[in-house]
């Protein structure tokens, strides 16, 4: 399919999608919209950066008309991941009189209660604040007729489950269910058996590959030296723009005051710690080139809309291999060149395995020039098997 005329998009839609410079659907529109526009449930897995959200997006504005109760509601596991849907949201309904709605934590609830009275036709909510305003009778689902619920393997990590089951639960059954993960684990599966009919599976990209542009090298370094590695290789890559991710609000907060004394950095932090409003700036600020480098834990891998981000560093290779090709899909967006770099200390030897075997290929182990490294047996060209024979005719 080469152009968005042949999906059965309405017009106004379809002049909305133009004004966006959109010239072409990518894989996963093609072959989600006509199947969405038939009115059928989707379970969906796609990469993100392949157009997810235009796919689920482009056909409920395209058939949804204004009305007095809400009537199509998406979930989001995180702040910045709902604020980037609601963006394009109004981006595509810019023709249509459709009244769009921000709803997650971290903020007041005086606008909200507000918004929530100026009837919004779209919501686009975090679980745990959404379920807030329906205990609390400040909203009613019963009119919802599109239910999208997204990065769903990751609400389930951030342990939204119950609360997404109890929000589906609200939903009327007649309603039509987009599902998307990444991933599906058994509770996943469950649940996608439970709030789906009959969908259609389209996916995109497989599961497991990551994007396909980037190229990967673990840095093998003692753990005493992790920290000096991680700077020097900052300081000797020649980058755009930077995200770094570390398993700990912590560990993020210690690097970022290191990084800044390094020249041609403009570094800022995005963590759950960070108020909402500081963490808009970061996100805005990356965006626009007021800052380069952003060290981040995984509430900012899944899924965010940053593009031209020409490295990946991370600082400990991650415990789940699925959070490693979430964190490098932020580099090599659109067919754009990106390179991840990850530090390696011995007690992450298994966790780079798991990497290796779900990404299925062996990544590449790199020894920083002039570096003063001190001795780590995984520097070894040829390391020795730790059990020395022993020697000839000598038994116990
Ligand atoms: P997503 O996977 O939904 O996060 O989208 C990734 C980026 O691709 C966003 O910046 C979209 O605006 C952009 N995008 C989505 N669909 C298209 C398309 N058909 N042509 C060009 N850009 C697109």
Same mark, same amino acid.
């Given at each position: 399919m080469s152009s968005f005329d042949e999906l059965g998009l309405s017009g106004a839609v379809l002049r909305a999608v133009k004004r966006a410079g959109y010239d072409a659907p990518t894989p996963v529109q093609a072959q989600a919209i006509p199947i969405a526009l038939e009115g059928r449930d989707i379970v969906g897995a796609s990469q993100t950066g392949t157009g997810k959200t235009a796919a689920f997006a482009l056909p409920i504005v395209s058939t949804m008309k204004r009305s007095t109760k809400p009537q199509c509601l998406v979930l989001e596991p995180t702040r910045e991941l709902a604020a980037q849907v609601e963006d394009q949201m109004n981006v595509f309904s810019y023709y249509k009189p459709l009244n769009v709605m921000l709803l997650h934590g971290g903020v007041g609830y005086g606008h909200q209660i507000e918004a929530l009275e100026s009837k919004p036709d779209i919501i686009i909510a975090t679980p745990g604040r959404l379920l807030d305003h329906i205990e609390k009778g400040n909203?009613?689902?019963?009119?919802?007729q599109y239910l999208v619920l997204d990065e769903v393997d990751r609400m389930l990590d951030m342990g939204f489950l119950p609360d997404v089951k109890k929000i589906i639960d609200r939903c009327p059954p007649g309603r039509q269910t987009l599902f998307f993960s990444a991933t599906m684990p058994g509770a996943i599966e469950t649940l996608a058996n439970w709030a789906l009919k009959e969908p259609a599976e389209v996916e995109i990209?497989?599961?497991?590959?990551? $994007?396909?542009t980037v190229s990967h090298a673990f840095y093998p370094v003692g753990m005493d030296q992790r920290d000096e590695l991680i700077l020097e290789l900052v300081k000797r890559t020649g980058f755009e723009s930077m995200m770094i991710f570390t398993r700990t609000k912590k560990e993020a907060d210690s690097l970022l005051p290191r990084i800044k004394e390094i020249e041609g950095t403009k570094p800022t932090a995005l963590h759950s710690d960070i108020r909402q409003s500081d963490r808009t700036k970061a996100l805005q600020g990356f965006r626009d080139g007021t800052f380069n480098v952003i060290v981040a &834990?995984?509430?900012?891998? !899944?899924?965010?809309? *940053?593009?031209? *981000?020409?490295h990946v560093i991370n600082y400990r290779v991650p415990e789940n291999p699925e959070d490693y090709v979430h964190r490098i899909g !932020? &580099?090599? !967006?659109?067919?754009m060149e990106g390179d991840a770099f990850t530090i390696l200390t011995a007690d992450e030897l298994e966790n780079a395995a798991a990497v290796e075997h779900y990404v299925d290929q062996k990544i590449e182990r790199r020894k920083l020039d002039n570096f003063n490294y001190h001795y &780590? $047996?995984?520097?070894?060209?040829n390391p020795k098997p730790l059990r020395r024979r022993r020697p000839p005719g000598k038994r116990r």
């Amino acid at each position: 399919m080469s152009s968005f005329d042949e999906l059965g998009l309405s017009g106004a839609v379809l002049r909305a999608v133009k004004r966006a410079g959109y010239d072409a659907p990518t894989p996963v529109q093609a072959q989600a919209i006509p199947i969405a526009l038939e009115g059928r449930d989707i379970v969906g897995a796609s990469q993100t950066g392949t157009g997810k959200t235009a796919a689920f997006a482009l056909p409920i504005v395209s058939t949804m008309k204004r009305s007095t109760k809400p009537q199509c509601l998406v979930l989001e596991p995180t702040r910045e991941l709902a604020a980037q849907v609601e963006d394009q949201m109004n981006v595509f309904s810019y023709y249509k009189p459709l009244n769009v709605m921000l709803l997650h934590g971290g903020v007041g609830y005086g606008h909200q209660i507000e918004a929530l009275e100026s009837k919004p036709d779209i919501i686009i909510a975090t679980p745990g604040r959404l379920l807030d305003h329906i205990e609390k009778g400040n909203l009613d689902l019963s009119n919802i007729q599109y239910l999208v619920l997204d990065e769903v393997d990751r609400m389930l990590d951030m342990g939204f489950l119950p609360d997404v089951k109890k929000i589906i639960d609200r939903c009327p059954p007649g309603r039509q269910t987009l599902f998307f993960s990444a991933t599906m684990p058994g509770a996943i599966e469950t649940l996608a058996n439970w709030a789906l009919k009959e969908p259609a599976e389209v996916e995109i990209g497989g599961r497991r590959s990551p $994007a396909e542009t980037v190229s990967h090298a673990f840095y093998p370094v003692g753990m005493d030296q992790r920290d000096e590695l991680i700077l020097e290789l900052v300081k000797r890559t020649g980058f755009e723009s930077m995200m770094i991710f570390t398993r700990t609000k912590k560990e993020a907060d210690s690097l970022l005051p290191r990084i800044k004394e390094i020249e041609g950095t403009k570094p800022t932090a995005l963590h759950s710690d960070i108020r909402q409003s500081d963490r808009t700036k970061a996100l805005q600020g990356f965006r626009d080139g007021t800052f380069n480098v952003i060290v981040a &834990t995984d509430i900012a891998a !899944r899924g965010l809309d *940053v593009s031209g *981000v020409t490295h990946v560093i991370n600082y400990r290779v991650p415990e789940n291999p699925e959070d490693y090709v979430h964190r490098i899909g !932020r &580099t090599g !967006r659109a067919q754009m060149e990106g390179d991840a770099f990850t530090i390696l200390t011995a007690d992450e030897l298994e966790n780079a395995a798991a990497v290796e075997h779900y990404v299925d290929q062996k990544i590449e182990r790199r020894k920083l020039d002039n570096f003063n490294y001190h001795y &780590t $047996a995984l520097l070894e060209e040829n390391p020795k098997p730790l059990r020395r024979r022993r020697p000839p005719g000598k038994r116990r």
